[in-house]
């Protein structure tokens, strides 16, 4: 594998093997001290072409904690806004003698696309609707901290699965990990091919979180949205919604997970967010040791 583009690339030699890796530096980041010297000789620029708080930040940790030399771009502040296209601003960039892009996109195969014309390791930090490949890892690695391991679990993705590369990077790692995984969610938000991809679709909530282990609640992506046919935001949070009646309610106790950003009160309560029951600050955790790990091991393809 010369780039990160998709799950769907990967096998599951490669999702252990991140896995292996991102322990060993789960354990440097929670040293007094938490750098190694492995990526001195590697330069890595994040180009985000769309908004992000998480990845772009622990994108950006994890190259520090490795002691790569760092550049990041945020489209809106840049040559973009005057016409440039992607693969100009791009191929500029690396004549800075850059090694390793990440790139968050709005269109989907925009990573694709890099990969085929530039000369560098290319991440994908999401691109449209189609992956966000370091947050499926992300996801799967927390799931694996804590119950141990994700063969044989039951998860259920919940919500706006028709614009969510979350919820088709998190099926294809879960699926390549041996877990059960159920989509649920208002019929007009759940895309017709999902069942080719080896899940089953649930619209009743309750009875989709009385079956899972682990509910993973998406964002509704407002910014996707053709509100034609969305239901609005009170009628979706009281049938797609968790709170802690729903929650408390249920015959066993389940793991809470959401990829950020939330909108409380939506697609999940604070009581809920911010419950014992949730996993959220440990899987953005968890994103800087797996971003390590991609890092480091597509680094050691460079040199
Ligand atoms: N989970 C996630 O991708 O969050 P950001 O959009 O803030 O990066």
Known sequence: VDH???????????????FQTADQFKEVINRPIKKVPSLRDITVANIFFENSTRTKLSFELAQKRLSADVISFSAAQSSVKKGE???DTVNNILAMKVDMVVMRHSYAGAAHFLAKHVNARIINAG??????????LLDSYSIREKLGEVGGKKVVIVGDILHS???????????????????????????????S??????TDLRKALEWCDVANMLRVQNERMDFSYFPNSREYAMRYGINKELLESLSKEIVIMHPGPINRGVEITSEVADSGQSIILNQVENGVAIRMAVIYLLAEKIR
Request: one cysteine or more; hydrophobic letters at 45%.
């Open 197 to 202: 991809l080896g899940v089953t679709v649930e």
């Open 127 to 136: 691109d449209g609707a189609h992956e966000h490949p370091t947050q499926g």
């Open 165 to 195: 590369r979350v919820a088709l990077s998190n099926i294809f790692a879960l699926k390549m990990l041996g877990a059960e995984v159920k989509v649920c969610g208002p019929s007009s938000l759940i895309p017709k091919f999902i069942e």
């Open 4 to 18: 990160l583009l998709g799950i769907k690339y990967l096998q599951p030699q490669d999702i252990a093997l991140i």
């Open 85 to 87: 296209t992607l693969l």
